[in-house]
């Protein structure tokens, strides 16, 4: 990757997003790709507190797959291969709503699962005729195994990091590497009125480990590190425990 090659962000809103951003945005250009790109004013005038030497926006709409391509091509005849692209778009969902309206547990799956596979497919397709970049993708906990209480978005979250991990095997060798970053219960908007979980992280922290696993050239981190020892009880509980856990 060059110095000059930019830094974007898609889900140009989103905690994380903006938070390892803020940690990649020293001398780089930043783009911020979100809905509603022109009331970004908050989180561009954050980048370039950081140092960034160039903050820009560019609508995007996760759901509208059509649109993927075109957006990444454009991007890259604007401002040049990509440098580090970070997938940090998603939502929770209402689990409860998602098990009597199949449209709400198909829109989590949608935004979560077959929107990030259709934009990783094209940003790896660009980035390898590249020849470099990175690409930052975000799992988490709830993918090791799908619980009772989550199974909506826990599904697509597993889902996710299988394509991801593939996604990386295949652009082995390329020029081009996936960062999977596995967070725990992450404290922010979107879990807003939750009660926090065991092994939690704020969005600065998830940012940091992110930040640091990509400059030690990892493929994958667990935010916190202890996580990647829970991920193994979940495998091994028994199914008659695991259907009774709560969260």
């Not at 291969?81 to 209402?94: C, E, H, K, R, S």
Request: charged content about 20%; some cysteine.
């Amino acid at each position: 990757m060059n110095d000059t090659d930019p830094v974007v962000i898609f889900g140009g809103r989103s905690e994380i997003g903006v938070e390892l951003a803020e940690r990649l945005a020293s001398g780089a250009t930043v783009v911020l790709a979100a809905r509603r790109a022109d009331q970004l004013d908050d989180q561009v005038r954050a980048l370039r507190a950081a140092g960034a030497a160039a903050v820009h926006t560019v609508e995007f709409d996760a759901d509208d797959l059509a649109s993927h391509g075109p957006l990444v091509q454009r991007l890259v005849a604007e401002r040049g291969p990509i440098g580090t692209a970070v997938l940090a778009f998603g939502i929770l969902g209402d689990q409860a709503r998602a098990e009597a309206d199949a449209a709400h547990a198909v829109a989590v799956v949608q935004t979560d699962y077959v929107a990030q596979v259709s934009l990783l497919t094209h940003l790896a397709a660009a980035m390898r005729s590249a020849g470099r970049g990175a690409i930052v993708v975000f799992s988490s906990i709830a993918g090791v195994r799908a619980r009772r209480a989550n199974y909506v978005y826990g599904s697509a979250k597993a889902g996710l990091d299988a394509f991801a991990c593939g996604l990386a095997d295949a652009l082995h060798g390329s020029g081009v590497r996936l960062l999977l970053v596995r967070p725990g219960f992450v404290i922010g908007r979107m879990t807003t009125g939750m009660e926090p979980a065991p092994l939690s992280s704020t969005p600065g922290q998830v940012a940091d480990a992110a930040a640091r696993a990509l400059r030690k050239g990892r493929s994958a981190v667990w935010v916190p590190a202890p996580l990647a020892l829970l991920a193994f009880a979940f495998r091994i509980t028994p199914r008659f425990v695991w259907r009774r856990m709560p969260r």
